[in-house]
């Protein structure tokens, strides 16, 4: 599959890359994608909910009445779960959610994510990606010149740079990531995702 290469003002140049058809063009698995992002979205979750119960609510232990002669059913102390102000039964306790997926798995996944979106023409790939200063202004234009201003757009680059990093950390629909760092649910978060030229051959040695 060719793409043509955009400049840095974005515009588009003479160039064109053949993105692999290893990584851009197979058949997705939907439920590999499934499992990855499942995976991403439990290992975010703190797991720090807790609710108090009866033995560690504050108040007295005392029998709110004598067990018989009353005609109704015995009750216990006002920390118990069933009184208003008592401690909450099987409440919410700290927890870990995290699991683990195999790593053939989730470069499934990855793979899938990026023919999906090369399908639907959401892959832009340009020559280079590098600011001068960070500068917010400079990463603006570069956005609007693709025509991404109200797109959620991800760019992966070959490695750090923290111009680049800088330049977009105000945008609110804009993330920056490297070759090495990209996950499924940001190729699929992203409407269009920008590739360096120079990060292709990257991913393309991660993912195979």
Do not use: C, W
Request: glycine residues 8%; positive net charge.
């Amino acid at each position: 599959m060719k793409v043509n290469v955009y400049d840095s003002k974005g515009t588009v140049t003479s160039k064109s890359v053949t993105l692999s058809e290893g990584v851009f063009g197979i058949d997705p698995n939907n439920h590999a994608i499934y499992l990855d992002v499942k995976q991403h979205l439990a290992n975010r979750r703190q797991g720090t909910h807790k609710a108090k119960e009866r033995n560690e609510i504050a108040g007295s232990t005392k029998k709110l009445k004598k067990q018989k002669g009353t005609g109704g059913a015995r009750a216990g102390s006002a920390k118990s779960g069933t009184r208003v102000g008592g401690g909450r039964i099987f409440g919410p306790r700290p927890r870990n959610y995290h699991f683990k997926l195999n790593l053939k798995l989730k470069r499934l996944a990855r793979k899938s994510a990026f023919s999906y979106l090369a399908k639907n023409d959401g892959i832009i790939v340009m020559d280079n990606l590098n600011f001068e200063a960070a500068k917010t202004k400079d990463f603006s234009s570069l956005v609007n010149s693709l025509n991404l201003t109200n797109d959620k757009v991800l760019f992966i680059l070959p490695e750090k740079n923290d111009n680049v990093y800088l330049a977009s950390r105000n945008l609110g629909k804009v993330k920056v990531v490297t070759a090495d760092s990209f996950n499924t649910y940001d190729l699929l978060n992203a409407k269009k995702v920008v590739l360096a030229e120079n990060s292709l051959e990257k991913i393309e040695k991660i993912l195979n």
